[in-house]
């Protein structure tokens, strides 16, 4: 793998205005093989994985719950010809260049027609819900016999992101400003479904089926250093049975 900023798709998802090789520069030296596996993990489940979900609906109508001004999907090398993003934000949706249809609502009560889509793609949105039995029952009201789900959040147990389940918006502002994060928004983050437990029991409680849980992470924090230390230990526990649950990332797939 090169370490080269030519290479920005391989930083961790999300936030932080700092290269591969940067990030890598960070990591202390006997660490920065075991973090390179974890970085090429991360990049493939979201986005490798995520886009090859998606194979076989090129021509079909699919959801993406929660789309924000950009997706994942956008990397496919075969688009999704009628894809639906909804948001709840008018502005964001506008923004979007990958959606055909856009739909201004809410994951909550889901503004179409009972099986009406064959996919459901939720990419980083799940931490913000606060009723995931609605929402999850939603997702199973809108799909079609037979169609497929992805969810990709964040576990509860993420070091980084457990904190936003309790501090303020203006809190976290401040932190993004501190740490030059970037994102689209600070939103509310609740996170009622981000464990592998939690999830396998809203989606079959609506009535999925051939569920799947995956789970992975990457440090994403690198200041002060001996945090960083203490994160990459967390990983390293995270790879036995017994401490799985302290990765960072929590990825869902099922079928109606």
């Known amino acids: 793998m090169s370490n080269t900023t030519s290479e920005p798709q391989l930083l961790p998802k999300g936030a932080f ?6 990030q890598l520069a960070a990591v202390p030296p006997m660490f920065r093989k075991y973090w390179e596996s974890l970085a090429k993990k991360n990049h493939y489940y979201n986005h490798v994985f995520m886009a090859d979900w998606a194979n076989g609906l090129e021509d079909a109508l699919v959801l993406e719950a929660g789309c924000g001004q950009t997706t994942t999907l956008a990397e496919r090398k075969v688009p999704l010809r009628k894809l ?3 948001e709840p934000i008018h502005e964001d949706i506008l923004m979007n260049p990958t959606v055909r249809y856009k739909m201004q609502g809410i994951l909550e009560r889901l503004p179409l027609a009972d099986g009406s889509v064959e996919g459901v793609y939720c990419d980083s949105v ?3 819900i606060t009723d995931p039995k609605q929402v999850c029952g939603e997702f199973y009201r809108v799909l079609k016999p037979g169609g497929r789900v992805i969810i990709n959040t964040n576990s509860v147990f ?6 936003n389940k309790f501090l303020s918006i203006d809190q976290r502002e401040w932190l993004k400003k501190k740490m030059k994060i970037q994102s689209e928004g600070t ?8 464990t592998r437990h939690a999830l396998i029991k809203y989606l079959k409680g609506a009535g999925f089926k051939d569920i799947k849980i995956y789970r ?3 440090p994403n924090m690198y200041h002060p250093r001996w945090f960083l230390g203490l994160q990459l230990l967390m990983e390293l526990m995270g790879e036995t049975p017994l401490f799985c649950g302290l990765k960072h990332r929590l990825m869902a797939t099922c079928r109606k």
């Open 84 to 86: 639906i993003g909804l």
């Open 17 to 22: 205005s700092l290269t591969h090789a940067q």
């Open 187 to 194: 939103y509310p983050a609740p996170y009622r479904i981000n």
């Open 158 to 163: 993420n070091p980084f992101m457990f904190p």
């Open 216 to 218: 992975w992470g990457v």
């Open 126 to 128: 799940f931490e913000h």
